[in-house]
């Protein structure tokens, strides 16, 4: 790959991860960072209310292990979202020791609202890529994250990208 040098002295162009990376992640959260002010623990809350609503975890306990927060910090997170409105804690009707979460009307509505919000505000941050690269960015990050969680995608990753991208019969 071709380096230039920018405006500070800076290389342009060049293909170290862990600095794309970084500059990604700060501009992705001053454009999404924002949209989440309002939810409790901002993009944390954001993912918890999500996994809840979605159904992929139901208890805190996996939903800590899911999300990679620490299960003491999961209870707190939990709490404000319960506070907020937005989650409640009831028991799960095939275990009674257990308390599972469960998104209410509000919780559902919010996430609607915050979900097309965080979207836009990621196009946002990816807009000097056009649609079909950021697409493609999108699920190649999500395949590259679930694979190193040992998580099975959703969907297929490559069947994804080529639907995106326009090689496949729509």
């Known amino acids: 790959?071709?380096?230039?040098?920018?405006?500070?002295?800076?290389?342009?162009?060049?293909?170290?991860?862990?600095?794309?990376?970084?500059?990604?992640?700060?501009?992705?959260?001053?454009?999404?960072?924002?949209?989440?002010?309002?939810?409790?623990?901002?993009?944390?809350?954001?993912?918890?209310?999500?996994?809840?609503?979605?159904?992929?975890?139901?208890?805190?306990?996996?939903?800590?292990?899911?999300?990679?927060?620490?299960?003491?910090?999961?209870?707190?997170?939990?709490?404000?979202?319960?506070?907020?409105?937005?989650?409640?804690?009831?028991?799960?009707?095939?275990?009674?020791?257990?308390?599972?979460l469960v998104a209410t009307a509000d919780g559902r509505t919010t996430l609607a609202r915050l979900e097309a919000d965080v979207r836009t505000a990621e196009d946002a941050a990816l807009q000097v890529l056009p649609p079909a690269d950021r697409a493609t960015l999108r699920h190649l990050l999500s395949a590259a994250a679930c694979a190193v969680r040992g998580i099975t995608p959703a969907r297929d990753v490559c069947a994804a990208v080529e639907d995106e991208v326009g090689l496949t019969a729509r």
């Open 1 to 100: 790959m071709e380096t230039t040098t920018g405006a500070d002295g800076g290389r342009l162009g060049h293909d170290e991860l862990g600095w794309t990376l970084g500059v990604l992640l700060r501009h992705y959260q001053e454009q999404v960072g924002p949209v989440l002010d309002a939810v409790p623990h901002r993009h944390r809350g954001f993912q918890v209310l999500a996994s809840v609503v979605h159904g992929d975890q139901r208890s805190q306990l996996a939903l800590a292990g899911h999300l990679g927060i620490d299960r003491t910090v999961m209870t707190y997170l939990v709490d404000d979202l319960v506070a907020a409105g937005l989650v409640e804690r009831q028991v799960d009707p095939t275990d009674r020791r257990q308390r599972r």
